[in-house]
């Protein structure tokens, strides 16, 4: 699945940013100042973002920890990277930017005080093994912060599932020419683990003392929130 994922996010990368802001009407913005709120980070931490793209967690972050922090973005697809150091320094920003697969992280255990993962996890061959490398990295009593897609319930998710399986693709197809990604992005979010059964994946992990999950906006995305061993 990484070579099939890491083609498409390559293939929908110059697109992406301009594509995310229209069909999520800017509400992303505030599912990030959440995660980051609810991670603990604060002036001077040291954080480590996976599946960074192109950047936009990592740079709420870097906000967050001021200039005696220091936040070092990650991802395994190049394309998605490409643009993101010129976008943290536009915004005044200094962001360190790598490419890395966050089942394989290049870095020594306990090297940060909070990791992240926003829209990434679902992607990845082994989301158990990510949380564990996530965690490894982190210090004992540090955050690993999950941001990712629910399945909302009632009549605000009938409205959800309804526009993520045909307004997203036709949109996003519009606007990337590559229909099929946004026809796997609501696909892979309708069948991931989300809520207490990803807190259950949490607890297989066995890297976490504490863990929580935090609905968004009626449960269409969710912060889960690890305390590190």
Same mark, same amino acid.
Request: proline fraction near 5%; aromatic fraction near 10%.
């Given at each position: 699945?990484?070579?099939?994922?890491?083609?498409?996010?390559?293939?929908?990368?110059?697109?992406?940013?301009?594509?995310?802001?229209?069909?999520?009407?800017?509400?992303?913005?505030?599912?990030?100042?959440?995660?980051?709120?609810?991670?603990?980070?604060?002036?001077?931490?040291?954080?480590?973002?996976?599946?960074?793209?192109?950047?936009?967690?990592?740079?709420?972050?870097? #906000?967050? =920890?001021?200039?005696? +922090? %220091? /936040? @070092?973005?990650?991802? *395994?697809?190049?394309?998605?990277?490409?643009?993101?150091?010129?976008?943290?320094?536009?915004?005044?920003?200094?962001?360190?930017?790598?490419?890395?697969?966050?089942?394989?992280?290049?870095?020594?255990?306990?090297?940060?005080?909070?990791?992240?993962?926003?829209?990434?996890?679902?992607?990845?061959?082994?989301?158990?093994?990510?949380?564990?490398?996530?965690? #490894?990295? =982190?210090?004992?009593? +540090? %955050? /690993? @912060?999950?941001?990712? *897609?629910?399945?909302?319930?009632?009549?605000?998710?009938?409205?959800?599932?309804?526009?993520?399986?045909?307004?997203?693709?036709?949109?996003?197809?519009?606007?990337?020419?590559?229909?099929?990604?946004?026809?796997?992005?609501?696909?892979?979010?309708?069948?991931?683990?989300?809520?207490?059964?990803?807190?259950?994946?949490?607890?297989?992990?066995?890297?976490?003392?504490?863990?929580?999950?935090?609905?968004?906006?009626?449960?269409?995305?969710?912060?889960?929130?690890?305390?590190?061993?």
């Amino acid at each position: 699945m990484s070579t099939e994922v890491r083609q498409m996010f390559s293939s929908i990368a110059p697109r992406y940013d301009v594509t995310n802001e229209v069909l999520s009407f800017g509400v992303h913005r505030l599912w990030r100042r959440t995660a980051v709120r609810l991670s603990g980070a604060k002036e001077g931490s040291t954080v480590l973002d996976c599946a960074t793209g192109t950047g936009d967690l990592a740079m709420v972050f870097k #906000r967050k =920890v001021g200039g005696s +922090g %220091r /936040v @070092v973005g990650t991802d *395994f697809c190049p394309e998605m990277l490409e643009s993101a150091p010129a976008k943290a320094a536009k915004a005044g920003l200094q962001v360190e930017f790598q490419v890395a697969d966050a089942l394989a992280l290049p870095f020594s255990d306990n090297s940060f005080d909070v990791a992240s993962i926003a829209f990434g996890i679902r992607n990845v061959d082994d989301p158990v093994k990510c949380l564990k490398e996530m965690a #490894r990295v =982190v210090r004992p009593g +540090g %955050r /690993v @912060v999950v941001l990712e *897609f629910g399945q909302p319930n009632g009549v605000f998710g009938g409205l959800f599932r309804f526009y993520s399986k045909s307004i997203m693709p036709a949109v996003g197809g519009l606007l990337t020419g590559n229909r099929a990604a946004y026809e796997y992005l609501p696909r892979t979010s309708a069948a991931f683990p989300s809520g207490d059964k990803f807190v259950e994946l949490m607890e297989q992990s066995g890297a976490y003392s504490e863990r929580a999950a935090h609905p968004l906006t009626f449960g269409t995305a969710y912060v889960y929130v690890g305390t590190v061993r």
